[in-house]
Structure formats: structure tokens, C-alpha cells
């Protein structure tokens, strides 16, 4: 398998609204096994001493994205373009699919968050034959309680 990692922003104008979206993992138009294996969440600017309560969810509908991110390579020896569409900022954040929080954490945007798997503990992206629908995982604000723009990171295999 190759892995990638897609890093940016939460829009300015939703880095104060619950439930939506910093960072987002789907498939492609090639459906491919994916498995999410690390996530990080950082103050990108204007740093601030605020609490952020976060989540990872699985979605069944593809929401409203700002940014698209190509993928970057982490394994430099397979020249595998990512197959994954990875976006970031995002006011709706897409249909969320039942009892899909994958995982929930609180912290202190000056400080930040990263979650490693341990292996073999990784969150699949579940596949589906029509990924336009825009199946996948994101990270989205819990609850806000600063008004700082807020950066994130997933690194995944395919």
C-alpha cells in the first residue's frame, strides 16, 4: 500500500461554528481500500488559548468543501498518485452516517492534537460504488470555544 498525507485549513468563517468541517478523506472516482491512520489538529494563525472539543465521523453525503488538497506523496520510491479526494474547510460538513463517531477528543488549540493507530487499528474509509456520493471521513469541530483559524492533517494508505 502507498500513504499520503493532505494538510490545511478551517475556513476563517467557520473556525467558530459546531459541527463543521477542518479536514476531509473520501474516495476517488477509482474505489480503493483507504485506511486513515493518523490525524493532526494545530493553530494555523492567530493562536489562542481556547478549548476545542473534535471528532472523526464517517458521512454518506459529500457537504459543502472550500478546498481541495492534492495529495502528497509519502513514499517516494512509488510514483502511485493518490486515488483519494482530500478537501478541507467546510461550513456543511455532509450527512453524517448513524452512531458514526469514530472517535472524540477535547483540547487546547495552542497546544494541539495528534492521534496515531495503533496498527492493524486504522479507520477504513468505507467503500462504496458510486464515490461521488461523497462517502468518507472528516474531522469537524465538537464544539468551539476560540475564534482562531485551525489547521489539519490526515495521513492514510491505499
Known sequence: ???????????????????SGIIKLELGATVKPMKLYEWEFAP????????????????????????????APLDFLNAQASTAVCKSGSTVAGALISNSVLLQVGCNQAAGYRWVAVPGAEFAVGSTATPSTGHGIFLAYQFVQGTAVNSGNFSWDE
Do not use: C, D, H
Open 1 to 19: 500500500m502507498a500513504k499520503f498525507t493532505g494538510a490545511g485549513l478551517a475556513a476563517a468563517a467557520n473556525s467558530t461554528v459546531a459541527n
Open 44 to 71: 494555523a494563525a492567530n493562536s489562542e488559548n481556547s478549548n476545542y472539543g473534535l471528532w472523526i465521523q464517517r458521512q454518506s453525503s459529500a457537504g459543502t468543501w472550500t478546498t481541495a488538497i492534492t495529495p
